[in-house]
């Protein structure tokens, strides 16, 4: 059995590594032949313009830091600059507060030093959820920085992979 930290929590698992089913490559190959390369090339760059114009957006907020910019692949990631009164883990559970899954992890070994949160701009995550989740990251900011205690650490960034409430979670 390996463990693997993945989105910062450890995750016991009996296969390799991040391996997968072979569904999604079969649905991608029907994506490319239905869209054609003209039309896949057009839908990628779709994301790769929304990641692109929200990462910078969310940079200019100020208390963040781009670790990537979704240039080259349409997701991002990025950390709380130094100093901040808040963790990525305290602005990821706000933002689940308002709807959005903005998952907060530290690096794999080695660099696990490194707090960061990651956002995947799919098909379907047009320019306008990108206002609507840069507005309610502005919402919850002031919020944030008005914290006087430490926050969340990383302890907040395990959660359950599917294995369902712990012991006694339900009221039994």
């Not at 979704?70 to 709380?80: H, K, M, N, Q, W």
């Not at 530290?106 to 490194?114: C, K, L």
């Not at 205690?149 to 959660?159: K, M």
Request: glycine share 12%.
């Amino acid at each position: 059995m390996f463990r693997v930290n993945y989105l910062g929590g450890d995750m016991p698992t009996f296969a390799l590594n991040f391996s997968r089913p072979g569904g999604q490559v079969i649905a991608q190959y029907y994506n490319f032949l239905r869209l054609g390369r003209d039309g896949y090339r057009r839908v990628q760059q779709t994301c790769r313009d929304v990641a692109t114009s929200l990462a910078a957006r969310i940079d200019e907020l100020g208390p963040f830091r781009l670790l990537t910019d979704g240039s080259e692949l349409p997701v991002f990631a990025f950390t709380v600059a130094p100093g901040a009164a808040f963790s990525v883990f305290d602005v990821s559970a706000a933002l689940r507060e308002e709807g959005w899954l903005a998952p907060a992890s530290t690096f794999p070994g080695h660099r696990e030093d490194i707090e960061a949160l990651r956002i995947v701009v799919r098909n379907g995550f047009s320019h306008d959820l990108a206002d609507l989740l840069l507005d309610d990251l502005r919402r919850v900011l002031p919020r944030l920085a008005s914290r006087t205690g430490t926050g969340r650490g990383r302890e907040a960034a395990s959660f359950a992979h599917g294995a369902g409430p712990p012991a006694g979670a339900d009221g039994r």
